[in-house]
């Protein structure tokens, strides 16, 4: 399956096309000059704007500017607007002066960045293992987006500088590259880098130049690469996003990484996806034989994932299409991705699982974490997927308000849909003079058939395929093709099996409304956590209990339905997710069966915890290290299957959030060894503590006092523990 170039698509109503107007009214109101701050910087030049904050001025500087290239590009297809061309090509511009002005290639926002990439050509191991730091976070992730950014600037743009400061940029890479053994380069490829082998793929294409070719064929980072070859699952315990782009760039290298690409894309799709087509738990790969995680912790999908998912998607659909693939894309898009922005602007990190929980939105100019990047791309790229060619077939492959010119088949296409409201579709074929061409109408899944084909009011003569039927003919300005596709009403377990159920109705995962109180941070301030929905949790043990079946489910409304519950009105009303904003939701519902009253009410012990906790960090785990200034260096990574933790071999120390001075307690948990271990702690600078944690327990906690800065400082005393987590306690 081929795409057609954005800019013959144009949405002409419906959820899709609100979703690109909010988008492109977020992306029009950044400041460029305050995004390109950290480039001039780091070229010596004096910018022209402070810097934005949150997470532009603490390591990531600078990886926002790659995302609104993007995304200006994108939306220039989409819309044909003239000021997101004339804002990228002023960004271009800058980009270009700022490169020149170094004159060595390189560019980018990376606090010290050129110093950093260049101590790589001779430190050998040692400098590659310790490339990402709290200071620099994730230099190749960031770099990555400028690479992406410039691209697109270009190909989808038409921006024939950005290729220009792309390629020196790239070349500048080559040169220090060279001197860097396989040994140390696989060491490297241990930090995030995004999708740089997609990057080096792409210019490889663009200019012919092999030297880029064998680049993105070296970014192959083999700790995911082989095990993917072999047919095995390794995902569990992984950062998720940091492996999605690998597969993204797997696909564009091609050759036996494309079966690597579709490896991986099955694992995560058939294995690892829940209902709204999002993937990962506090942004990392769990057992994908046991969800409960999805279901417990509030910090469920991350919207980076299924963007890059959906990237993957498209790749793989260009040389290998399947139908599941299209049933994916439209799940995540119509689910996860209408869902991750709101309506009147603000992009979502998370998408919690949790029952009764929320999720909240960015503030534009206050918040620039990963998924507002890719919020930006993301929400503008959705009427790519409406059409499509397969063949010598024009296909329609999502029924959504759209239009499309066709040049190369002399016609152009009117799709006009309401759904969930209407099951009725109208696809229109305009042609200057009669044209012959196949038309291949996809059919989703879910429904397994089109009811009542038509064209012109007559039978449709159409062959079916799988996935599809074809209607090929002579066609003439104004022939319609009408027919209905049956919203079926399913349920869906979680993929694990386990006795929690989510409601869909066609493409739409249906949702319960539940009440909108405790919603802390709705609105993200630019606090480093801002983008977690840090609001209380609510208990499982008097959710309401369904019957495993979707029988019984009625439809209320144009966008409603209700199903049976043992809840005490007896019914729970349902609506599409994607439209559910501003309140808690329930997406997953308990099944009954015996006994399971009880555990749920069982599984409510660990909220008492959960409310007594001012902050959390999670050790082991990129993000919330991150988020927590955490430096540990001689304090290795230990990781068994989805547990995470930190070897305390040596000072630790690491900044938490206590905004209100209620801070009194900290609790340690650790891996319980078969010795006693005695570790040092010193809080706010204060005297070190000795803290004793007897053999086979798991945590231990202290009493602190309040102080004005929250930095806590463990050393080991007696043995080597696993630090699995802190937590500042009430």
């Known amino acids: 399956m081929k795409s057609f170039p954005a800019d013959a698509v144009r949405l002409t109503g419906g959820p899709f096309a609100v979703a690109l107007q909010a988008d492109l009214d977020t992306v029009l109101s950044h400041d460029a000059d305050r995004l390109l701050a950290p480039f001039l910087r780091e070229a010596g030049l004096e910018p022209k704007a402070p810097s934005y904050g949150n997470w532009e001025d603490s390591g990531l500087d600078g990886h926002t500017l790659g995302h609104w290239l993007s995304a200006l590009a994108h939306l220039h297809a989409a819309t044909g607007d003239p000021r997101t061309l004339e804002r990228l090509g002023y960004a271009v511009g800058e980009l270009e002066r700022a490169q020149s002005a170094l004159?060595?290639?390189?560019?980018?926002?990376?606090?010290?960045?050129?110093?950093?990439?260049?101590?790589?050509?001779d430190g050998g191991i040692a400098a590659a293992r310790e490339f990402g730091s709290h200071t620099h976070w994730v230099p190749w992730y960031n770099l990555h987006k400028t690479f992406q950014g410039l691209i697109d600037a270009h190909v989808v743009a038409g921006d024939p500088r950005a290729l220009g400061v792309a390629t020196r940029l790239a070349d500048w890479w080559l040169g220090i590259a060279a001197d860097i053994n396989d040994e140390a380069f696989e060491a490297m490829l241990d930090t995030e880098f995004g999708g740089m082998n997609e990057a080096f793929a792409l210019l490889a294409s663009l200019t012919g130049d092999d030297a880029y070719a064998a680049m993105a064929r070296r970014f192959s980072h083999r700790a995911i690469l082989d095990p993917l070859l072999e047919g095995r699952d390794a995902l569990t315990g992984r950062h998720a996003n940091t492996q999605i782009p690998k597969a993204v760039g797997y696909a564009a290298v091609g050759g036996e990484q494309l079966d690597a690409a579709d490896a991986f894309w099955r694992t995560v799709v058939e294995h690892r996806t829940v209902a709204i087509g999002?993937?990962?738990?506090?942004?990392?790969?769990?057992?994908?034989?046991?969800?409960?995680?999805?279901?417990?912790?509030?910090?469920?999908?991350?919207?980076?994932?299924?963007?890059?998912?959906?990237?993957?998607?498209?790749?793989?659909?260009?040389?290998?299409?399947?139908?599941?693939?299209?049933?994916?894309?439209?799940?995540?898009?119509?689910?996860?991705?209408?869902?991750?922005?709101?309506?009147?602007g603000g992009y979502v990190y998370f998408t919690s699982m949790r029952?009764?929980?929320?999720?909240?939105?960015?503030?534009?100019g206050e918040c620039f974490w990963c998924c507002v990047g890719t919020g930006m791309e993301m929400q503008a790229r959705m009427g790519e997927w409406v059409f499509g060619t397969e063949g010598d077939a024009l296909c329609v492959n999502l029924f959504v308000p759209a239009t499309l010119d066709a040049a190369g088949f002399g016609a152009r296409l009117r799709v006009e849909a309401d759904l969930p409201a209407s099951d009725e579709i109208r696809i229109t074929v305009h042609a200057d003079a009669p044209t012959r061409f196949p038309l291949r109408v996809r059919v989703p899944g879910w429904a397994g058939r089109l009811d009542d084909l038509r064209v012109g009011g007559a039978p449709a003569d159409a062959v079916t395929t799988p996935g599809a039927v074809t209607i090929e003919r002579e066609w003439r300005d104004g022939d319609v093709v009408s027919f209905r596709v049956p919203l079926t009403v399913r349920a869906?377990?979680?993929?694990?099996?386990?006795?929690?159920?989510?409601?869909?109705?066609?493409?739409f995962v249906l949702a319960a409304r539940d009440d909108s109180g405790d919603l802390a941070g709705l609105r993200a301030d630019d606090s480093r956590m801002g983008h977690v929905a840090a609001g209380p949790l609510r208990p499982f043990g008097d959710l309401p209990l369904v019957t495993a079946g979707a029988e019984e489910v009625v439809r209320t409304g144009p966008a409603s339905w209700r199903v049976p519950s043992t809840d005490p009105a007896g019914v729970i009303d349902l609506e599409p997710f994607a439209g559910l904003h501003d309140s808690r939701y329930t997406l997953y519902w308990p099944i009954e069966e015996p006994g399971r009253r009880e555990a749920l009410r069982a599984q409510d012990s660990r909220l008492a915890l959960d409310g007594a906790t001012i902050d959390r960090i999670a050790?082991?785990?990129?993000?919330?290290?991150?988020?927590?200034?955490?430096?540990?260096?001689?304090?290795?990574?230990?990781?068994?299957?989805?547990?995470?933790?930190?070897?305390?071999?040596?000072?630790?120390?690491?900044?938490?959030?206590?905004?209100?001075?209620?801070?009194?307690?900290?609790?340690?948990?650790?891996?319980?060894?078969?010795?006693t271990v005695v570790i040092a702690v010193t809080w706010g600078g204060g005297e070190p503590r000795a803290v004793l944690i007897a053999a086979g327990e798991e945590h231990a906690t202290i009493d602190l006092s309040p102080v004005a800065s929250p930095t806590v400082r463990l050393a080991p005393m007696q043995g080597a523990p696993v630090i699995r987590e802190l937590r500042l306690l009430r």
């Open 278 to 344: 999002g993937n990962s738990v506090r942004e990392h790969f769990h057992d994908p034989a046991d969800f409960t995680p999805m279901i417990e912790d509030r910090e469920g999908p991350e919207t980076c994932n299924t963007y890059n998912m959906l990237k993957l998607t498209r790749l793989l659909a260009e040389t290998r299409m399947r139908p599941e693939m299209l049933d994916y894309a439209e799940r995540a898009l119509f689910n996860h991705v209408l869902s991750a922005q709101h309506p009147g």
């Open 355 to 364: 029952p009764r929980h929320y999720r909240v939105y960015s503030t534009a």
């Open 103 to 121: 004159g060595t290639g390189w560019i980018g926002g990376v606090p010290g960045g050129a110093a950093l990439f260049e101590d790589l050509r």
């Open 492 to 507: 869906e377990r979680m993929p694990d099996g386990s006795a929690w159920q989510a409601y869909l109705a066609g493409p």
């Open 619 to 675: 050790l082991g785990e990129q993000q919330p290290e991150s988020d927590h200034a955490l430096s540990a260096d001689g304090c290795p990574v230990w990781n068994d299957g989805d547990d995470h933790g930190r070897e305390l071999r040596a000072p630790l120390t690491a900044t938490l959030r206590d905004p209100d001075g209620a801070g009194r307690g900290l609790r340690i948990r650790v891996r319980p060894s078969s010795e």
